[in-house]
């Protein structure tokens, strides 16, 4: 599943190898725009470190960009989307809508724009709160190319809930999205289930052997073949 801001593991020696050398020009470079950039950068090494302290750290380094580069507004953007994904991370949903909210509200016409209300949505959804999050899905520009990502999650998600005709517009935009490109398989698999939910099994026949042609995952390629199976018994 979608979750903003993931931290990865695998990068965190990058990040911790890092650190001494935002500390140095933290601390040599005190007036200067390079001090901004490198506590931006200390708040992304710390973010990805992942821990509770570390979590609570990236945010109050987020936090001083903010307030002590206020006149830098491309900072200012970069880190208060990372603090809604901070927030995210420590699980607080509320406060991390309200700062997704901030983001999009101060900023409309950032090229993240788009990304923040998917984030917003999975915010929404993992603190249960369907119709925000279905709201927040709803308000990303039908243009943009973030809805490869966003139709696979919230097509997925409105599946869960039961409401197959929008699961299926938002696999649909997904697709779109893709352009020429092939989709994943993880889409025809999710309109695969679509299709069988609305009885129309056909057709979820045809997705659930796309997505056996299209994937080498062995899960995804068992839960195609039982798919399609049970729609053609």
Same mark, same amino acid.
């Given at each position: 599943m979608e979750r903003p801001g993931e931290a990865g593991q695998d990068a965190e020696p990058a990040y911790l190898r890092s650190q001494s050398a935002y500390e140095t020009v933290i601390a040599e470079t005190p007036t200067t725009d390079l001090r901004g950039e490198s506590l931006f950068g200390a708040g992304l090494a710390a973010q990805r470190r992942g821990g509770a302290t570390d979590l609570q750290q990236a945010l109050g380094l987020f936090n001083r960009v903010q307030k002590e580069f206020a006149q830098r507004s491309d900072l &200012?953007?970069?880190? =208060? *989307?990372? /603090?809604?994904? $901070?927030?995210? !991370?420590?699980?607080?949903?509320?406060?991390a809508a309200a700062t997704y909210e901030e983001f %999009? #509200? #101060?900023?409309?016409? /950032?090229?993240?724009?788009?990304?923040? @209300?998917?984030? @917003?949505? %999975? &915010?929404h959804r993992d603190a249960d709160q369907s119709d925000l999050a279905v709201g927040a899905f709803d308000r990303i520009p039908l243009e943009s190319d973030i809805w490869r990502?966003?139709? =696979?999650?919230? +097509?997925?998600? @409105? @599946?869960? !809930?039961?409401? *197959?005709? #929008?699961?299926?517009t938002y696999l649909e935009l997904s697709r779109g999205a893709h352009g020429d490109e092939t989709p994943p398989? $993880? *889409? /025809?698999?999710? !309109? +695969?289930? &679509?299709y069988f939910e609305q009885g129309r099994l056909d057709e979820s026949v045809d997705a659930f052997s796309t997505t056996i042609e299209r994937t080498d995952t062995k899960t995804l390629t068992h839960g195609a073949l039982l798919g399609r199976g049970t729609a053609n018994y």
């Open positions: &200012v953007e970069r880190a =208060l *989307l990372q /603090s809604g994904r $901070t927030i995210y !991370l420590q699980k607080h949903y509320a406060r %999009v #509200r #101060r900023f409309p016409e /950032s090229a993240d724009a788009p990304r923040a @209300l998917f984030e @917003l949505a %999975v &915010v990502r966003a139709g =696979l999650a919230g +097509g997925d998600y @409105l @599946l869960r !809930l039961g409401d *197959l005709e #929008r699961a299926e398989a $993880t *889409l /025809s698999y999710i !309109l +695969g289930r &679509v």
